[in-house]
């Protein structure tokens, strides 16, 4: 029998250990889903893939291949996570050992940093609406500006910053009652909203074609193809860090169901809404508007105005939380787990995120192009390394207590704590995925899936000679 494993307070805390209760059902992984897909950014993408030169079949054709992609991953990251009950940085010991986890830990949560910031920035554009509607003499605040944004903007950035730090504050269970009720809102203000475009324009002079140029043939199946992995590139951050809502799901079973729901059905009802409102800006407005900010500040009723406000402020705020704000709160926690904990891990990552001045880099897309696609390259590796390691490499199985002891017995301690293996792979594949980035122009939309398959083949390579039969006798002797 083995010997009982000691668990070290360098990577424990509350936080991080396994969940328990795991009291989620399906509904809160569609609502998750929801929180995530109804977007300002998610209505402007859907939009903009009509950019590419497609028509309205062949852009939901796209759309459906993408999400069908993310719905795999999706499956393939949750599954360790619910199955074990800890959060991302966790599961990435398996494969990183319990040190080493902290580099895609560190990854993700610099990514999620920036995220943070831009969409605490978007948000507050719809925050500034209702102030104007309500009080326009404060319209004078925006002739003044410190650090680039103007004393309006401040404003109506730090209200959504302490906003949604409010609602962290209270932890996972407030999180969840967010995300469960915010999704449902939000389509029934969608709905109304596009009624009423339907209305003001009429259904016949409403086209689902919004490309300046029509292709066919094989010029049609590449840029469908780069639309579908350009669906799948948008959703790489949380499906990465899709454990640290999946470690709560009651089973498998409802985490799939949950994701069916949340991801094919969900994304592609939200982005027929989307497309139907920009198309209907056209005849209502004589432009296409492709900014739904935008559409609802030029709306001539108050109440559609103030409701469209509200809508996409907590939509933005949603994903905000879900994406950028509990990923860095389990990751930074997961640095130092006796002196950050989740709630201050998240603090750390919003008050990192103003450091940022994000308004700066949303307004120079040259330094967030660069900024966000060197981390981003990164991502693609992250999924490959993982996911070869938990079905190939250790054939599903998991020795909890191993993820969280110093001990060299541990089955993930690997060499003072850290997998080299893992690290050297995650090297290679970078380096690939950074040059498919931004010196080849035509794999650039690419190079999620060129870093994965790359950090998949050269991780697995290197990790023959530890098979899996040697891997399932030490579980097999941990579980005696």
């Known amino acids: 029998m083995k010997k009982e494993l000691p668990i070290s307070p360098k990577l424990s805390n509350a936080d991080l250990?396994?969940?328990?209760?795991?009291?989620?059902?399906?509904?809160?992984?569609?609502?998750?889903?929801?929180?995530?897909?109804?977007?300002?950014?998610?209505?402007?993408?859907?939009?903009?893939?009509?950019?590419?030169?497609?028509?309205?079949?062949?852009?939901?054709?796209?759309?459906?291949?993408?999400?069908?992609?993310?719905?795999?991953?999706?499956?393939?990251m949750g599954k360790p996570g619910q199955k074990a009950g800890v959060p991302f940085p966790v599961v990435a010991r398996m494969s990183f050992g319990v040190f080493g986890a902290n580099i895609p830990a560190v990854i993700r949560g610099l990514?999620?940093?920036?995220?943070?910031?831009?969409?605490?920035?978007?948000?507050?554009?719809?925050?500034?609406?209702?102030?104007?509607?309500?009080?326009?003499?404060?319209?004078?605040?925006?002739?003044?500006?410190?650090?680039?944004l103007s004393y309006l903007g401040w404003v109506g950035f730090i209200a959504m910053w302490i906003l949604q730090g409010i609602v962290f504050m209270f932890g996972m269970d407030m999180i969840r009652k967010v995300i469960d009720w915010s999704g449902p809102a939000i389509y029934i203000a969608m709905f109304a909203l596009c009624v009423y475009m339907i209305d003001a324009a009429g259904w016949d002079n409403i086209s689902f074609n919004l490309s300046s140029k029509n292709l066919d043939g094989w010029d049609a199946g590449i840029q469908m193809f780069v639309a579908a992995a350009?669906?799948?590139?948008?959703?790489?951050?949380?499906?990465?860090?899709?454990?640290?809502?999946?470690?709560?799901?009651?089973?498998?079973?409802?985490?799939?169901?949950?994701?069916?729901?949340?991801?094919?059905?969900?994304?592609i009802v939200f982005s027929a809404f989307s497309v139907i409102i920009v198309s209907?800006?056209?005849?209502?407005?004589?432009?296409?508007?492709?900014?739904?900010?935008?559409?609802?500040?030029?709306?001539?009723?108050?109440?559609?105005?103030?409701?469209?406000?509200?809508?996409?402020?907590?939509?933005?705020?949603?994903?905000?939380?879900?994406?950028?704000?509990v990923a860095p709160a389990f990751d930074f926690s997961n640095v130092s787990p006796q002196k950050i904990s989740f709630k201050a891990g998240g603090f750390i990552a919003a008050f990192g995120s103003v450091l940022l001045t994000p308004w700066n880099l949303f307004n120079n897309p040259e330094m967030i192009h660069y900024t966000v696609d060197v981390l981003a390259a990164m991502i693609g590796p992250l999924y490959g390394i993982i996911i070869v390691d938990y079905y190939l490499v250790k054939k599903g199985k998991i020795d909890i207590p191993s993820l969280y002891t110093e001990s060299e017995q541990g089955l993930y301690w690997y060499k003072k704590g850290i997998n080299m293996k893992s690290v050297y792979a995650l090297a290679v594949a970078s380096i690939v995925s950074i040059v498919a980035t931004f010196m080849v122009h035509a794999l650039s939309n690419y190079a999620l899936f060129i870093g994965g398959i790359v950090a998949a083949v050269v991780y697995r390579y290197l990790m023959a000679p530890e098979t899996a039969y040697a891997l399932q006798m030490k579980l097999a002797e941990s579980e005696a």
């Not at 939901?60 to 999706?74: D, E, P, R, T, W």
């Not at 605490?120 to 319209?139: Q, V």
């Not at 590139?233 to 089973?251: E, H, K, V």
Request: glycine letters at 10%; hydrophobic letters at 55%; one cysteine or more.
């Open 17 to 76: 250990l396994p969940d328990k209760e795991q009291k989620w059902g399906w509904y809160s992984i569609f609502a998750f889903w929801m929180s995530d897909v109804h977007s300002v950014g998610g209505y402007v993408f859907a939009a903009s893939l009509f950019a590419l030169g497609l028509n309205g079949i062949q852009v939901f054709i796209s759309l459906l291949a993408g999400i069908s992609i993310v719905l795999v991953f999706a499956n393939l």
């Open 111 to 148: 990514i999620a940093v920036v995220w943070y910031g831009i969409q605490t920035f978007l948000a507050s554009s719809s925050f500034i609406i209702l102030l104007l509607y309500f009080f326009p003499s404060m319209e004078s605040l925006a002739d003044s500006s410190f650090v680039g």
């Open 230 to 267: 350009l669906v799948a590139g948008y959703f790489a951050g949380p499906t990465l860090n899709f454990s640290d809502f999946s470690r709560y799901c009651g089973s498998y079973q409802k985490l799939k169901l949950g994701n069916i729901l949340g991801l094919p059905l969900n994304f």
């Open 280 to 325: 209907a800006s056209i005849p209502v407005f004589g432009e296409m508007i492709t900014d739904p900010v935008e559409t609802v500040k030029r709306l001539d009723s108050g109440l559609i105005t103030v409701l469209g406000a509200l809508t996409f402020i907590f939509a933005t705020v949603g994903i905000n939380i879900v994406a950028n704000f």
